[in-house]
């Protein structure tokens, strides 16, 4: 069964929009780990974010923001005022409780933006 | 280098040959996994080592994978007989402890893509 479920396959926005990711988890862990990543065409996924499930603030950093709402099952992911550098591929990922070194990724979303 | 490094960054085998890819973490990280990224889909998991030992092979898929880590630091993924299937970007990653210490990050290394004719 599917874990993690990134709904959006592709988002293709101008410069200076704004563009949210959404990622939808599936657990019957209590205790779990919601990360998202980029992978740029370079390859190698760079860590953005680690949230425990016990922690519902959302997060800030820089142009990035997150929103996790356990009650929706949901982690999305906004970037505000997009730039070109910002195009990539976006994954959400899902650490349970029992398997802690493992992450379940969703399929990923793929971000162009366009100048 | 810094950074996850893997070789070969594009393998071409044909089917039935055998690879061997090659993954040298971040001096002293504890932890190394390798992903497989098949076109189009996210990471999955294969296999996880702490130190040299293999705590994790559970993602394998066939036993015509192996891989090893003999001196707690460089891993090496082998596919014996290679398929069609087994194409793939190939991922190694390693963390300086477990995914719930620290920061939890896992540097990824830029992968090696394996296509089998």
């Known amino acids: 069964a599917q874990k993690v479920t990134q709904a959006q396959t592709e988002i293709s926005v101008v410069e200076k929009e704004d563009v949210t990711l959404d990622c939808v988890y599936e657990?019957?862990?209590?205790?779990?780990?919601l990360f998202w990543y980029k992978q740029p065409p370079s390859g190698e996924l760079v860590f953005l974010i680690r949230r425990n499930s016990f922690d519902e603030q959302n997060e800030i950093s820089g142009r990035y923001s997150w929103n996790f709402q356990k009650s929706t099952s949901s982690f999305n992911f906004t970037i505000t005022a997009s730039q070109v550098v910002d195009s990539a591929v976006y994954f959400c990922a899902l650490s349970e409780s029992v398997g802690d070194y493992k992450l379940s990724f969703g399929a990923g979303t793929t971000v162009t933006v366009r100048a | 280098g810094a950074g996850v490094s893997q070789s070969p960054r594009y393998k071409v085998a044909k089917r039935g040959q055998d690879v061997a890819l090659r993954c040298d973490p971040i001096?002293?990280?504890?932890?190394l996994f390798w992903y497989q990224q098949a076109l189009g889909q996210g990471p999955e998991f294969l296999t996880y080592f702490q130190n040299e030992a293999q705590l994790d092979k559970s993602g394998l898929p066939s036993d015509r994978f192996f891989a090893e880590r003999p001196e707690g630091s460089v891993s090496t993924l082998k596919i014996q007989r290679t398929q069609q299937e087994d194409s793939a970007v190939y991922l190694c990653?390693?963390?300086?402890?477990?995914?719930?210490?620290?920061?939890?990050?896992?540097?990824f290394g830029e992968g090696s893509r394996l296509t089998v004719l």
């Open positions: 657990t019957r862990d209590t205790t779990y780990y």
């Open positions: 990653a390693s963390s300086l402890s477990g995914l719930l210490l620290g920061t939890g990050e896992l540097f």
């Open positions: 001096s002293g990280h504890v932890s």
